[in-house]
């Protein structure tokens, strides 16, 4: 029996809290791997293993004042963040993290949505995002601001297309755009990771760039713009933007995991389980690179992205294509 | 990512922004057209080292307009030490670069020994030579862990901090203060060298040899690092001798000029050393010389370990220097030299001398007017980074913003000094 619709609203609430659960302790995680890295303890106050930072945090976050400048457009310095934190959100909800069971009498899948299209809409809700960040660092009035918003604008829409094409190869194999379909595909044969590794390379360079981590961390760059397009953001709005930019990471991890690595397949163990111990190890990389590399400049950013990634996205595609056809 | 060796070749000539060289005037053409968005930097801005303040005038992200605004963290140094008797002054050099805080007091001791004529007996010299290659390594630590930084590689700054806080237990070890020891003093030093201090000085100068080597593996091991660093902010090597540079900054113009090789001090021409030079005049080749010149101070450090003379570490003069403790219960003199000079301090002859050393920053100079009193007549400091902050705006050519943080970077100015 197909599911009701009160169990999707269901899976969806549920979802939606392990989502923000895991941008939380995602914070927890950057903080303590950075920590190490840098011979430092890292949070290590708020509970046993610095566990409840991210609550003080929260706390912290909801309970300070929410500045606004005199000069900022309302309606839209005040929409930018909701807008951001929304998108990201509802990405998240095509990915798969597991197979379908029985519960109840019901067939219950593991995914909120399963649509057909599942890559098109994480881009498609990806680019709706963009408008947040240049929307509110517009809109915030003031330099800062603005050129970090120049700056993300930029640097997001030339990296989505090396992005999206870096994922044709895998469309291609798989001959699917649903993200189910591509998993169960990879069940079948073998994970896109061997076969796509060059897809995989650019997918990750221009994920690293798509969510403004670092070395592509521009758009924020805190040495140089103070914080980018969320200067004169403060209070929970500021937390709403911090939220977007960390669970855009989660879901870029996850659609890696889903896209190269078999999404949650893996023996023995449960696959929601697999599915978390291979999203944890991919934000791992994140928060690798974060403690190892320096800040590319602008102009080399955009060299990289059009020169590199682009025509090396472009090729594998092709390569790809050709072998499919003909092998 | 091949880095644009075309772009790297360092400009013949000059190309100081005339007529004033320490701001860089935006083109009137330009100006005109109305695209350029005026950004102030500072005085608080992560970026800067301090107070220093930026008005940067952009074209997108080009850099077209720059000045530079100081005098954030004035605090009348100079001033003060006309008020303090000279053995009290010593304290205040120290604070005006917080960072080479070793040096800057070597030199005003310098000043006050070269005025008295006295010469400080060798264990003080070569102590203090040692203690200044401590001080060198100390700053280009902080430098390379606050340049890196801001290029975004963080880590570094850890990395960094964790020799240099090696480096402040060794401070402590011997002066009892982690900075701003006050350790030198006319006629050699405060206190004898204390037991167990040469077992853990030698013990960072071996583990510092390896960890300049693994500083470097970090960051010239990376294409990003190289691509940010190598071909931005040129400087030739006639521009930077026009704007009175010295130090790291001059080196790395291709300018074989340092203080303790052409005018050694101290005891310098006693031990083995190379000053690094290198011809590109870039940010590369400004961190490249600050690495080499941790190495050879590692090499100092060494050197002054084995050749440690023994003997007395301050002259014995009780005019100058305070009579030991254990005198002053059985001799009247002693305790009349103690209270003469805790109360009065001791008089320099009358005269005027200018000393200079070479600081981490380059040539750092004390100027010392004295009528003949106990107290200095005028004091003044010629400070490195006050000097340096002058190229920045002929560095700046074709800049972008990025490029502005690696510069100013690269300059390795300490506001505390700019401004005094």
């Known amino acids: 029996m197909r599911e009701p619709w009160w169990i999707d609203v269901i899976k969806a609430a549920v979802i939606v809290n392990i989502v923000m659960l895991s941008f939380a302790y995602a914070t927890w995680l950057e903080r303590k791997v950075l920590g190490r890295m840098q011979l430092r303890y890292g949070p290590n106050r708020a509970g046993p293993y610095g566990l409840l930072q991210p609550i003080a945090d929260l706390v912290k976050l909801i309970r300070k004042e929410s500045f606004s400048p005199t000069h900022a457009i309302d309606l839209l310095y005040f929409a930018a963040p909701v807008v951001a934190a929304f998108t990201a959100l509802a990405a998240f909800s095509v990915i798969p993290f597991g197979g379908v069971w ?91 990771a ?26 924020e760059a805190e040495t ?71 800040r590319l400049r602008y102009d080399q950013l955009m060299q990289v992205g059009w020169k590199v990634l682009l025509p090396v996205a472009t090729l594998n595609a092709v390569v790809t294509a050709i072998v499919v056809v003909y092998a | 990512m091949a880095v644009a060796e075309t772009k790297r070749a360092i400009y013949e000539g000059t190309r100081i922004p005339s007529p004033i060289p320490s701001v860089l005037q935006v083109d009137p053409g330009l100006r005109e057209e109305g695209d350029i968005l005026e950004v102030n930097f500072g005085p608080n801005h992560p970026s800067t080292h301090g107070v220093l303040r930026l008005i940067v005038e952009l074209n997108g992200e080009k850099v077209v307009g720059l000045q530079a605004v100081v005098g954030y963290l004035h605090t009348g140094f100079e001033k003060n030490m006309e008020a303090k008797t000279y053995w009290k002054a010593i304290t205040y050099p120290e604070r005006i670069d917080y960072v080479s805080f070793q040096n ?41 862990g606050t340049a890196a930084l801001e290029l975004g590689a963080i ?73 940010r660093t190598k071909g931005v902010g040129l400087l030739s090597a006639e521009d930077a001798i026009a704007l009175g540079q010295s130090g790291p900054v001059l ?19 006693q031990v083995d050393f190379e000053v690094p030079v290198y011809p590109n005049g870039d940010v590369y080749d400004r961190y490249k010389v ?38 002053l219960h059985t001799s009247m003199e002693s305790l009349i030299h103690h209270f003469k000079l805790v109360t009065e301090g001791y008089r320099v002859p009358e005269g005027e001398v200018y000393v200079t050393v070479e600081s981490p920053r380059g040539e750092l100079g004390c100027y010392l ?26 560095c700046m050519s074709d800049a972008l913003v990025a490029d502005l943080i690696a510069i100013v970077g690269s300059l390795d100015t300490v506001m505390g000094e700019v401004d005094r």
């Not at chain 1, 660092?137 to 050129?147: F, I, P, R, T």
């Not at chain 1, 403004?212 to 961390?217: A, V």
């Not at chain 1, 980018?228 to 996850?254: C, D």
């Not at chain 2, 050197?303 to 254990?326: F, N, S, T």
Request: aromatic share 12%.
């Open chain 1, 102 to 192: 029985e519960i109840g009498g019901y067939e219950v899948s593991g995914r909120v949505a399963d649509v057909s299209i599942g890559i098109l809409l994480i881009f498609a809700l990806g680019a709706i995002g963009i408008y947040a960040f240049l929307v509110g660092g517009w809109a915030s009035d003031s330099k800062y601001s603005l050129l970090g918003s120049m700056r993300t604008a930029a640097q997001l829409v030339s990296y989505e297309v090396s992005l999206a094409l870096s994922v044709l190869g895998v469309v291609i194999m798989a001959g699917s755009l649903s993200l189910v379909d591509i998993v169960e595909r990879q069940q079948e044969t073998l994970w896109y």
């Open chain 1, 194 to 219: 061997a076969p796509q590794i060059v897809g995989l390379l650019v997918f990750f360079v221009a994920g690293v760039a798509e969510t403004n981590r670092p070395p592509f961390d521009l758009p």
């Open chain 1, 224 to 294: 140089e713009l103070v914080a980018g397009y969320q200067t004169e953001y403060s209070g929970m709005r500021y937390g709403l933007f911090a939220m977007a930019e960390y669970v855009n990471m989660i879901t870029l991890s996850g659609l890696a995991v889903t896209l190269f690595f078999g999404g949650w397949s893996g023996p023995v163990l449960p696959g929601p389980l697999w599915f978390v111990v291979k999203l944890a190890l991919v934000v791992f990389v994140f928060m690798w690179l974060r403690a190892t590399l320096p």
């Open chain 2, 104 to 144: 800057n007091e070597l030199v005003f001791v310098l000043a006050i020994e070269k005025l008295l004529g006295i010469e400080p007996p060798p264990k003080a010299q070569w102590m203090r030579m040692l203690l200044c290659e401590l001080n060198r390594i100390h700053s280009h630590l902080v430098w390379l």
């Open chain 2, 155 to 227: 880590s570094m700054f850890w990395y960094c901090f964790r020799e240099r806080d090696a480096i402040l237990d060794l401070f402590e070890l011997v002066g009892g203060v982690r900075m701003h020891t006050r350790y030198f003093q006319a006629g050699g030093l405060a206190e004898d060298i204390p037991q167990g201090f040469y077992d853990e000085c030698r013990a960072f100068a071996d583990t510092m040899e390896k960890r300049v080597d693994d500083y470097e593996a970090l960051l010239s091991g990376q294409a990003i690092w190289l691509e």
């Open chain 2, 251 to 269: 080196r790395a113009s291709g300018v074989d000029w340092d203080l303790r090789k052409v005018q050694p001090y101290l005891v310098y021409d």
């Open chain 2, 290 to 327: 600050h690495m080499d010149e941790m190495r050879q101070s590692t090499r100092i450090v060494q050197q002054a370990l084995h050749g440690m003379p023994e003997g007395p570490w301050i002259v014995d003069d009780r005019k100058i220097v305070l009579p030991p403790r254990h005198e």
């Open chain 2, 369 to 394: 007017v004295s009528d003949g009193g106990p107290k200095p007549w005028r004091v003044k400091f010629r400070a490195p980074s006050f000097v340096a902050l002058e190229a920045t705006a002929t």
